[in-house]
Every structure is written in C-alpha cells, then in structure tokens.
C-alpha cells in the first residue's frame, strides 16, 4: 500500500515505516538484512549508497562516521542533498517498478563505486528479499521462551471473522505495508477487505515501544528502547508520527531483552542494526509485535542519545557500525558494551544522572498548499535551541493534506510536562508553514 505524502522538488510519494516482515536492509547475499558489498578498501574515504523512501538521517550518520554517501530517495529534502555529497531522486516510475529501480541502482553504486545499503521505507525488494525470514509462529516461540508474550495471531480470512469474546479487538495487518498504513481495526466499515497475504492479530493496549539492537561478528547489544508515537490517518490508527526517548528503568527486562535479540540475529543470521516493536500493558507485561530486519527510524534519537552521554566516540556513528558489522569489517569498532552489560551503553545507571529527553516527531498537514518555513527554521535557529526542523521541503513544494511536512527533533532538560507543551506548540508553528490553496 503507498500513500501519497509530502511532495518536494518533484511529485513523488513518500513512505515510512515498519511492518513485521517488511523493510530489510541490503547484506551480502548469505545475510538476512542485505547490504550489497562495494568498494570499501580502494578509496581512502569508504563510499556508500543508501537508498529507501527517505534517507536523510541515514546518509547525516553515515556522514558523520566518515563514508562518502551517495543518496537515492523519493524527495530529495533539503538537508538530505546536503548530507550527500552526490544525490539521485527515484522517479515514480522506479518506484513501483523493482526492476527498473533495481537496475538504476546498479548504474549508480558501478559508477560511483559505492556499497548499497537499504536504509527502509520502501516495500520494494530490488535490494534483497525476505524469503527466509521468521514466520509467526517463530517469533511467537522465541518471545515465550524468554518470557514475553505474543498477541494471538491468525490469517485474515474475512473482515468479520468471529470471536468468543465481543471485548476483543483485532486489528488487520498487511505484510507488504510500512509505516503503521497497513494497520487497522477488524470489522471497520471504512476499511477495504483483507487480502490474501494480510492477517489478523489481537490488539494488545498499553504503551508502545521500540527496542534497536545491533548484531556484530562475534556479539549483539542493545542500543536503547524509545516510546513509539503515533498518529491517526483516516481509518489507520497507527501511522508512525515518531519516536522519544526513555529513562533508565529497572524494571524494563534488559536481560531477557539480550537474550531474544541474541537469539533472533542468530536464527537470522542478521548483521547491523535491527529493531523489535513492543506493547507494555498495563500490568507491566511486555507482547512482542514485529521484528525489523532494518536501520530503524528510532536510531536517529538513539544516537543523539548516545552523543549525549559520551558512548559513541565522534567519528563513529550507528550507520557506520550497521555497515561495518553487515560486512564483516567492524573488528576495529568497539564502542559497544561488553557481552555481559544489560543496558544499553547510552543509559544512565546512577538515579542522580543527567536526564536530557531526544523526541523526532513527524508533523501531519491539515491543509492543501504549499510549504514556506524557512522563516520559521530561521526563528527557531535564533530562539529554540532546543528545536529542530528536519526533512525540510523545499520552499513553496506543494502538499497535500494528511501528508508529513517535516520532521521536528528536540533535546531537552525540561520536564515531561514542559515538553509536551513546547512539543504542541512546535507542531502548530510547523502546520502553519503550509500556506493553503484559499489564502494563495
């Protein structure tokens, strides 16, 4: 499913996202999240392609980890060319067709000499497929067997298929979807019928988060956990609008969390930075939901974090251990915890700790326009320290409304509650840059 969203220099559709087995990231052949392997040892500076709906945070990291990235995305965003220091936009075409898309990419990464890497967002397979990947049944063992817990799952055969209880929801879930768009209640009247490949699972409340972890050549650790954000898009509930950070907590089950991740690169033969999507109910109980065999868009908030408490040394980067770790090459990066370490290394363990909060929140428009905000950018570069405005549009690109018009990334020492407030504030000053058809 592709839904239109915010338009840049030209009219392309943008995507972003998860869904369970959907979005890899390319490895060499034998891996499950593929990389494909290019020239890394001929050139002084190591070169990379990245390539998925959106690349902007991906190729900022990879930058910062000391690649030469070449990037290939639906938009073409501002501060994404400004991170590359080549740029290909996919063309509509290429997009919903893998093998053109595939073929274009080849060009690109033999000319510029370059590894490719799929960075997500897009439900294409022209950078490796999932044939292998772990069925639902699996994953459902692996979670009892360290004590979480898995939502009843089953084929989505009808839209009305019965249940014993009229107290529980069920949602429908489309495989080849990302970003929450192929997500929605059972037995909605607005809702298309299921498909053959999509399939019904228990809705679990409670709050959402996600946890990334990343597998090297001979360990896998976990980088930290973010408290998902979510925003509603007609009849679907759960169209990723963001990620934050959270506190230490020691009743969150880092432990058990180790072990399945540990488990899950092994079955998978995974490399790189992978993510897991979780419910905690109320009673405290952790459901697992998905498995992402990707860089997650969480990871951008996760480095912050990691900058922020001094793990990550400063031409390191998380994309730079994703690549080196898919390619066998990571022996000389070693800012991961140790084995034995329970928490992410970015955690603080002392009660009496620092804590500075790192949000990304994806603003939805209200109206049909265009986009001015450079003014705004310019005002809060001058007065909100604490504020950013990322996957910038280009001045006047037109929109349309329920599309993402960029992304807002806080870091903060404020209070929750100060926030929140700053946070709906924001939003609005960004939904305002979106100059409507009636006021042009």
């Known amino acids: 499913m592709w839904t239109p969203k915010k338009t840049s220099q030209t009219e392309n559709p943008k995507s972003d996202g998860w869904v369970l087995q959907s979005e890899t990231v390319t490895n060499p052949e034998r891996l499950a999240n593929q990389v494909s392997p290019g020239n890394l040892t001929s050139s002084e500076i190591p070169r990379v392609l990245l390539v998925g709906a959106s690349v902007r945070w991906a190729a900022q990291s990879a930058a910062q980890g000391g690649y030469r990235v070449v990037g290939m995305d639906l938009f073409g965003d501002l501060d994404t060319r400004a991170a590359c220091a080549s740029f290909q936009l996919i063309t509509a075409q290429e997009r919903d067709n893998e093998e053109s898309l595939a073929q274009r990419i080849a060009v690109v990464a033999a000319r510029e000499q370059a590894t490719v890497a799929w960075v997500g967002g897009m439900q294409c397979t022209a950078g490796g497929g999932e044939s292998s990947r772990l069925t639902i049944g699996e994953l459902a063992s692996l979670a009892h067997e360290f004590g979480f817990r898995f939502p009843p799952t089953r084929a989505a055969l009808t839209e009305r298929t019965p249940c014993k209880s009229t107290a529980v929801r069920w949602l429908i879930k489309a495989r080849d979807s990302t970003g929450g768009l192929g997500i929605r209640f059972s037995q909605n009247e607005a809702s298309r019928p299921p498909s053959a490949t999509d399939y019904q699972q228990r809705w679990i409340p409670g709050r959402p988060f996600g946890l990334v972890a990343i597998a090297k050549r001979d360990q896998t650790t976990l980088v930290g956990l973010t408290r998902s954000i979510y925003h509603r898009c007609d009849d679907l509930p759960f169209v990723y609008a963001g990620s934050r950070t959270v506190e230490y907590d020691d009743a969150i089950p880092w432990q058990r969390m180790q072990g399945l991740c540990d488990q899950i690169a092994q079955r998978r033969g995974l490399r790189g930075l992978f993510n897991l999507d979780w419910i905690c109910d109320r009673h405290n109980r952790w459901w697992l939901l998905e498995v992402n065999e990707r860089p997650s868009a969480s990871c951008e908030i996760l480095e912050r974090q990691q900058r922020h408490h001094q793990t990550l040394a400063h031409r390191d980067s998380l994309m730079r251990q994703h690549i080196e770790a898919v390619l066998g090459t990571d022996n000389c990066v070693t800012s991961a915890p140790s084995p034995k370490t329970e928490l992410p290394a970015a955690l603080p363990t002392q009660s009496n700790a620092q804590v500075r909060t790192h949000l990304k929140r994806i603003v939805y ?63 609005k000053e960004v939904q305002a840059t979106v100059i409507s058809k009636r006021r042009q």
């Open 365 to 427: 428009s209200r109206n049909t326009g265009v986009v001015q905000m450079a003014l705004l950018i310019a005002a809060w570069k001058a007065e909100q320290p604490d504020l950013e405005i990322a996957d910038i549009p280009a001045e006047n690109s037109p929109i349309e409304a329920g599309q993402p018009i960029a992304t807002i990334i806080v870091s903060s020492d404020e209070t929750k509650t100060k926030m929140a407030q700053v946070l709906r504030l924001a939003v």
